[in-house]
């Protein structure tokens, strides 16, 4: 209650001629921890001009590449978007374009949208299989992001 007192000023800005849409970004550190080499990885969506979910933390598993790091990470984040656009549609507000998930990791990407399943990433195989399939429905679309952005 201290906390919801002290902060009544803060909020949220949603700016009237802002566009309805949905995007988030996605980034993970591979091996960024140098005790353990786990990975922090973390995301954020935005709802016309002001962030509504957000989420970092380390990933309970090593990674064995950059790529399952960030592909792990893209997964959370359709998951996430589940749940967001069942919220959203609960609130009247229905999202009917892909919602877009900016990624820097061009190797998930190709993953995603791959249509050949490769022995290599077998260890991945479930999470591989939930994302795809939310973006061959046009849920979601997984679009490149420099590193820079």
């Known amino acids: ?3 919801i007192k002290h902060t009544l000023q ?22 960024g921890n140098v005790l353990d080499r786990r990975s922090t990885s973390g995301f954020m969506f935005s ?7 957000w989420n970092s933390k380390k990933q309970p598993t090593i990674a064995l590449s950059n790529t399952e790091v960030e592909y792990r990470n893209a997964t ?4 996430e978007i589940v749940w967001l656009q069942k919220l959203l549609s609960d609130l009247g507000q ?10 820097d990791n061009t190797s998930s990407i190709l ?28 849920e979601i ?9």
Request: glycine residues 4%; hydrophobic residues 45%.
């Open 10 to 31: 803060c909020g949220i800005f949603y700016e009237a001629k802002s566009q309805l849409q949905v995007h988030g970004y996605t980034d993970a550190d591979w091996v």
């Open 111 to 138: 993953l995603v949208n791959s249509s050949v399943y490769h022995a290599r990433i077998k260890h991945i195989e479930v999470q591989y299989h939930f994302i795809r399939e939310k973006v061959l429905a046009k």
């Open 94 to 103: 229905s999202v009917d374009a892909p919602i877009v998930i900016y990624c």
């Open 47 to 53: 709802f016309r001009s002001g962030v509504v979910n």
């Open 141 to 149: 679309d997984l679009i490149h992001v420099s590193i820079e952005d």
């Open 76 to 79: 959370i984040a359709a998951c």
């Open 1 to 3: 209650m201290r906390y």
